[in-house]
């Protein structure tokens, strides 16, 4: 069955320091991947979009590399800063103009 | 962008009864999609609203249940049906950013609460 698995254990860091958020999955062969961001009562804004072809897609702070052999996506942000403090969603491209979303991970920066 | 926006924010309903949601998008898009998130999970596609003709649900979803209107490139309703505790999620609508690109914009949820 497809699975898209993102850090089970929310992540905990310094300010400044860089998170780094994993998402795997199995049984997709997605023409992109996508990167979201979610804040409590609210809904998901995107962030960033790398394709199959593409190995790493930068945008200010964050970065994203995809790697279709391993079937994984990284996401960083670098120094980070409490206002990243939010839940990560990963989602994958179903090759029918749909969505499907990973569980998130839940960034929490402290200053 | 497209700014989209959802009524109502939030309700309180009682079983057996019925609410409908409604998803408003300031600029014409292609497609319109509902999602529903349970506490700590991953947004759920329920079904693809299209315009002029039925929607198409995802698997587990039934149109009896949760019905879908889409009477222009702007609007959508959601309603679910026969409620019970278990229909007590965020409801999200989400349209695509631009025709041609797979991103998507989402509204803000409608948080149900069915006592």
């Known amino acids: 069955s497809q699975k898209i698995e993102q850090n089970s254990e929310a992540l905990n860091i310094q300010e400044g320091k860089t998170a780094t958020l994993t998402c795997n999955y199995t049984?997709?062969?997605?023409?992109?991947l996508q990167w979201y961001r979610q804040d409590p009562g609210r809904g998901p804004v995107f962030l960033l979009l790398?394709?199959?072809?593409?190995k790493e897609k930068r945008k200010e702070r964050l970065k994203v590399t995809f790697d279709t052999t391993l079937k994984q996506s990284l996401f960083h942000i670098t120094a980070s800063q409490p206002a990243d403090s939010a839940t990560y969603l990963c989602?994958?491209?179903?090759?029918?103009?749909?969505?499907?979303f990973g569980a998130g991970t839940t960034v929490t920066v402290r200053a | 962008s497209a700014v989209i926006s959802q009524k109502p924010s939030r309700d309180i309903c009682q079983r057996g009864t019925s609410l409908t949601i409604q998803c408003q998008v300031d600029?014409?898009?292609?497609?319109m999609f509902w999602y529903r998130q349970q506490p700590g999970q991953s947004l759920t596609l329920i079904a693809t609203?299209?315009?002029?003709?039925?929607?198409?649900?995802e698997s587990g979803f039934v149109i009896d249940k949760f019905p879908i209107s889409r009477p222009n490139l702007t609007f959508s309703t959601l309603t679910v049906s026969n409620m019970s505790p278990e229909d007590s999620s965020i409801y999200l609508c989400?349209?695509?950013?631009?025709?041609?690109?797979?991103?998507?914009?989402f509204g803000p949820g409608t948080r149900l609460l069915v006592l």
């Open positions: 600029s014409q898009v292609t497609m």
């Open positions: 989602a994958l491209d179903r090759n029918d103009y749909k969505l499907s």
């Open positions: 049984n997709y062969s997605p023409a992109y």
């Open positions: 790398i394709r199959e072809n593409e």
């Open positions: 609203a299209n315009q002029g003709s039925e929607a198409t649900y």
């Open positions: 989400s349209a695509d950013r631009d025709l041609g690109v797979e991103t998507q914009y």
